[in-house]
C-alpha cells in the first residue's frame, strides 16, 4: 500500500541471518487499512544478512526501507543507530514500532489492532501486547507468555481484554517490552539526552514514554522474544544484567527524583551480588553497592545477604556487613 506511512517500525540488524526471514516476515504479513514502513538496518553485518535485506527490499519496496551501514554504529554506545533509523523515517508518520532482527511478530493484525487503539484514546502514548519467550540453544518456546506468569492479570485487566497501566507498574511487570510496542512518534531520545541520560536502553526509554501518556497491554500472544547466546542482551551473565538494570534504575532515581525507582535499583544490585557469588567471583562486595545499599529496605537486604552467605559462618557474615558499611 503506497502513500504516507502511518507507523514506521524500526528494525536494527546485526549478523541475524539465521533469524532475519522470520522477522522480516512478520513485517510483510501484517494486514492494516494504512501504510506503513519498515526501516531496516543493518550494522554493518559480516554475515549474510545484507543480502536477505536487500532481497526483501527489493519485493517489497513500499514497506521495507534499507539501511546499509560500513562501519559499526553501536559499538559507538552514542545512540547513532536511532538517529540513523529516526532520520531516515517518513516525515509524517505518526506511530514508531521496534522489532531486532532477531525477534518477530506472530499475528498480521498486530499494527492494525494497536494503532486503532492509540487513535482511539489520545491519552495513552504506548501500546503493548503479550509475547513469550523462545529459547533458540534448546529449541522451546517458555512454558507460559508473560501474561499468563503474571498471576495478578486476571483481576486487573478489563473486560474488553485491555490492562491500563501507567508509569508506577513500570517497576513490576514486563508490559513494556520494545518488541511489543507502538507508541506515539515524539522527540523522546533528545529529550532524554538533553536530561543527562548516558545510556538509553528499553526500560528507562519506556519509562520515559510513559510519562507523557498511560500504557495499554493487549491479552493477545503477537510477538516471540528470542533468547541465544549471539543476542546483545541474552549473552550477558546474569549478573551483567542486574548490573547494567541497577545504573539504569538508579540514574532515573537521580535524574527524575522520583523515589519509587530506589526498590527496584536496590533489588537489581543485591541480585548482581547474588549471582556474582555463585560465579565464584572474590570480589562480588563491589564498591558501587554502597550507594544502592544505603537506600534499600533493610529487611530485603538483609534476606539476600543470608543466602549470599547460606554456607559461611557467623563471623564472616559479620564481615560482609562491615565491608558494605564501609568499616571494614
Known amino acids: 500500500m503506497s502513500g504516507t506511512p502511518l507507523v514506521t517500525i524500526k528494525c536494527m540488524v546485526y549478523n541475524h541471518e539465521k533469524f532475519l526471514r522470520q522477522c522480516l516476515d512478520g513485517f510483510v504479513m501484517q494486514k492494516t487499512t494504512f501504510p506503513f514502513e519498515a526501516i531496516v538496518h543493518d550494522d554493518a553485518s559480516t554475515d549474510g544478512s545484507a543480502a536477505i535485506i536487500r532481497e526483501y ?53 498486530k499494527l492494525q489492532l494497536q494503532v486503532d487503539f492509540l487513535e482511539s484514546h489520545p491519552d495513552f502514548s504506548i501500546c503493548s501486547h503479550d509475547y513469550i519467550y523462545y529459547f533458540e540453544d534448546t529449541h522451546k518456546f517458555a512454558q507460559k507468555s508473560i501474561r499468563e506468569m503474571d498471576k495478578t492479570f486476571d483481576e486487573n485487566v478489563g473486560p474488553d481484554g485491555i490492562l491500563v497501566y501507567t508509569l508506577a507498574d513500570c517497576f513490576r511487570n514486563k508490559w513494556t517490552h520494545l518488541l511489543t510496542c507502538v507508541y506515539r512518534r515524539a522527540n523522546y531520545r533528545e529529550e532524554m539526552a538533553g536530561k543527562g541520560y548516558t545510556v538509553i536502553r528499553d526500560f528507562n526509554f519506556c519509562y520515559y514514554v510513559l510519562k507523557h501518556g498511560k500504557g495499554a497491554f493487549i491479552n493477545k500472544l503477537m510477538g516471540v522474544y528470542r533468547v541465544h547466546s549471539g543476542g546483545v542482551w541474552s549473552g550477558m551473565s546474569k549478573a551483567e544484567q542486574f548490573r547494567r538494570n541497577a545504573n539504569d534504575y538508579f540514574e532515573i532515581y537521580e535524574i527524575e527524583g522520583d523515589r519509587s525507582v530506589l526498590n527496584t535499583t536496590r533489588a537489581a544490585t543485591l541480585w548482581m551480588l547474588w549471582e556474582l557469588k555463585k560465579e565464584g567471583k572474590k570480589d562480588f562486595m563491589i564498591p558501587e553497592l554502597k550507594k544502592y545499599y544505603k537506600r534499600a529496605p533493610l529487611g530485603n537486604f538483609i534476606h539476600l545477604l543470608l543466602n549470599i552467605a547460606k554456607d559461611s559462618t557467623v563471623p564472616k557474615v559479620r564481615r560482609l556487613f562491615r565491608k558494605l558499611l564501609g568499616k571494614g
Do not use: L
Open 57 to 109: 527490499a527489493e519485493k517489497y519496496p513500499d514497506i521495507i526501507k534499507p539501511i546499509y551501514e560500513t562501519e559499526n554504529q553501536y559499538s559507538k554506545k552514542d545512540g547513532s543507530i536511532h538517529r540513523i533509523i529516526e532520520a531516515a523515517a517518513h516525515p509524517d508518520s505518526k506511530y514508531f514500532a521496534f522489532c531486532e532482527g532477531d525477534d518477530y511478530w506472530t499475528d498480521p493484525d
